[in-house]
C-alpha cells in the first residue's frame, strides 16, 4: 500500500504564479522526498527533508514538514512551462522501504 | 557522469509471454531498486538490492517475477509469463548511499504493453 497520498490529484496555473502540493502520510518517517517526473521519464530527486527539519529551501523550491500532522508541502515559486511534470512525495519509514505516493500532476500555462 | 541505463525502452508482448528487463546503476551505486508504476500511480518497489543481495522482495510476485543482481553491478527482472495486469513502467534506481533510501537516481523505465 502507499504510505504518502498527495493533494491535489491536479494542479493548472499560469506561469509565474506559486504552486502548491501537499503530501499525507500514515506512520512515523525518517524523511520524506520529493521528487518530478516528466512525461515518459523516470523520476528526478528535488529535495529530502528529515524528520527533525521543519522546512528547507532549494532554488525555487521551498518544502515544510509537519511531523505531528503527518504532512509536508511542496512550493513551487514563480512557475515556468519547465515545471509542468508530476510531483511525488516520498517517505522512508521505520521498513526502510521508500514508499511513493500516486502524485499531483502540474500544468503550467503559458 | 553517466545516468541509469534501462534497455529496452518499449516491449509489446502476448499475455502467457516472458520478458526480461535489463538495468546498469550509476557506477558505484551499491543499491539498485525495481519499480513498477503503473498508468495513473506512484511507483511500487517491487525488489530492493543492496551490492549483490536481495534487502526486500516482499511486493515481488515470486510466481511469475523474478530478479536478479549478479556481480553487485547490473541487474535483470524478468516476468513469466506475463499477465494483462503486468503493462506498467518498469522503473530502475540506484543510490549512492548504503543502507538508506535517499536520493534515488532513475533510469527512463521501460514501458510493457501486455496483450
Known amino acids: 500500500s502507499q504510505q504518502g497520498e498527495e493533494d491535489p490529484q491536479a494542479l493548472s496555473i499560469q506561469e509565474g504564479e506559486n504552486a502548491t502540493m501537499n503530501c499525507s502520510y500514515k506512520t512515523s518517517i525518517n524523511n520524506l522526498q520529493w521528487y518530478r517526473q516528466n512525461s515518459g521519464r523516470g523520476l528526478v530527486h528535488l529535495i529530502l527533508i528529515r524528520s527533525n527539519e521543519r522546512e528547507k529551501h532549494s532554488g525555487r523550491l521551498r518544502v515544510t514538514l509537519d511531523t505531528s500532522k503527518k504532512s509536508s508541502s511542496l512550493l513551487i515559486t514563480a512557475s515556468r512551462a519547465a515545471d509542468t511534470a508530476s510531483y511525488f512525495c516520498?517517505?522512508?519509514?521505520?521498513?526502510?522501504?521508500?514508499?511513493f505516493g500516486a502524485g499531483t500532476t502540474v500544468t503550467v500555462r503559458a | 557522469e553517466a545516468g541509469v541505463a534501462q534497455s529496452p525502452r518499449y516491449k509489446i508482448i502476448e499475455k502467457r509471454q516472458s520478458v526480461a528487463f535489463w538495468c546498469n546503476p550509476i557506477?558505484?551505486?551499491?543499491?539498485l531498486y525495481w519499480y513498477q508504476q503503473i498508468l495513473g500511480q506512484g511507483p511500487k518497489l517491487l525488489i530492493q538490492?543492496?551490492?549483490?543481495?536481495?534487502?526486500?522482495d516482499s511486493q515481488l510476485p515470486k510466481d511469475r517475477f523474478s530478479a536478479e543482481r549478479l556481480k553487485g553491478v547490473d541487474s535483470t527482472l524478468k516476468i513469466q509469463p506475463a499477465k494483462l495486469e503486468d503493462s506498467a513502467v518498469y522503473l530502475c534506481?540506484?543510490?549512492?548511499?548504503?543502507?538508506?533510501?535517499?536520493?534515488?537516481?532513475f533510469g527512463s523505465g521501460t514501458q510493457l504493453s501486455v496483450l
Open positions: 557506477s558505484g551505486h551499491a543499491t
Open positions: 516520498a517517505t522512508d519509514a521505520n521498513d526502510y522501504k521508500l514508499s
Open positions: 538490492f543492496q551490492n549483490n543481495g536481495v534487502v526486500d
Open positions: 534506481a540506484s543510490s549512492l548511499m548504503p543502507a538508506t533510501n535517499e536520493k534515488l537516481f
